[in-house]
């Protein structure tokens, strides 16, 4: 297994995937673990991320020393080339001439590049295409290594002691703008480190179901299904490895999307058969959001709803001894790095598993390990439906949050009916697949409109569709004005009480995803 080192870059993450996508297992952690951890770990490779800061400035991060004496291979990339340089004792300086984006590089042959190249040029130099980001420079090489990559503005673009199986990378590998990339990647993995191909997704089934099995043994299990992703495949998987033990609780809010508890119930319940308690709380949450306006107000009253409904549930289930949740490795590596963060609180977005440990449950988590595409793999190996395990995300406020201001039972019922038909165009012209996240919002206000002869004077839905990696940020998707025109039409005709369609086109930042 590989060990990578966080040193804060947006790309880390990435870095993980494309390991786990060559069939080796790895983690993440952030670089200043505890050097004892390291070594219980025993990597056979270990990666240190890129940054945002400057190594020779004094007190910025550093890599634990044995890092450099575990007698493995380690590959720097970005600020983890200009670490492992510092740290053996070449220099960093800051560039005179910053490289942000594509950059073309001179490479020599060494284990690392095993005889890659994007092109030869008339000189017979290998030319390789990069992605680059970054003010600072290695100047100096650290004793034992050699230039291997360089252009006019990066002297020294990559470094190697092929003695020691030590690597660094201006550039950005884990990126698919870098085109062979994924190919260093698998060099330094597998030819480099040796490691092992003990990552594939059925496998990790079989490993999986037999940990759940030793773990709960003959207890009961709880989940709260919320027909998401990663609660369902949880379910899946858990079901899976002790049948009947595990109940799931699915609690209707009555603000869910069209139908989707009957989906639910249709998916779960008759086809494969797993024991769900379905509970309509929609009455219990429209009565406590009644004349409350406030958006954070509004997700702190969903949430006590649904822990407290849940609570009384799983209550009911006599000797449940563990609560199952769909937690991803996001989720874990979000969470252990938060206490250093200091973000501001933009939207509180409580999880809907995120339960109190007054139930006095024990955790199970069996997708701890995993990435979303990871756990959408996995939904698929199970058998999940492909409609299922590739749809967009869906806030745990729900609706909740996409009906402006006070939420009410027929604001609700329109903006379902809406959306249900924008979902269905989206699908239907192949626009589902190619957007992120895509919805219809209610707006409270009445517009003027005429419809036959008479005046009309209706409410106004907004439609919302973008493309992101990350949800951090995201752009606007340029849906064709045909496929909008055909939405606008069918829910002006279809939805009593919707005369008007207007289509969002914010970015984020500065708009966010939802509009509350
Ligand atoms: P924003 O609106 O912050 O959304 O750009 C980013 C992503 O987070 C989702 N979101 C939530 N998810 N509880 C959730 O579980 C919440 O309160 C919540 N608010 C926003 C949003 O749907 C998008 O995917």
Redesign the pocket.
Known sequence: KILILDFGSQYTQLIARRVRETNVYCELHPYDVDPQFIKAFSPVGIILSGGPASAFIENTPRAPQIVFELNVPVLGICYGMQVMAAQLGGRVESANQREFGYAELLIEDCKLFGGISDRIDSDGQAILDVWMSHGDNVVALPTGFKVVAHNAATPIAAMADEMRQFYGLQFHPEVTHTLQGKTIIEHFVHNICAAGYDWNMPDYVAESISRIQAKVGSDKVILGLSGGVDSSVAAVLIHRAIGDQLTCVFVDNGLLRLHEAEQVKAVFAQNLNMKVIHVDASRQFLEQLQGVTDPEQK?RI?GREFVEVFQKESANIADARWLAQGTIYPDVIESAGSQTKKAHT???????GGLPDTLHLKLLEPLRELFKDEVRELGLVLGLPHDMVFR??????GLG?RILGEVRQEYADLLRQADAIFIEELKASGWYERT??A?AVFLPVKSVGVMGDGRSYEYVVALRAVQTQD??T?HWAELPYSLLAKVSNRIINEVRGINRVVYDVSG?PP??????
């Open positions: 997700r969903i933009i939207k509180s977005h409580h999880n809907v967009h995300p869906f806030p745990g406020p949050v992120s996240q919805f949800f951090m995201a984020k708009a966010t995803i939802e509009w509350e």
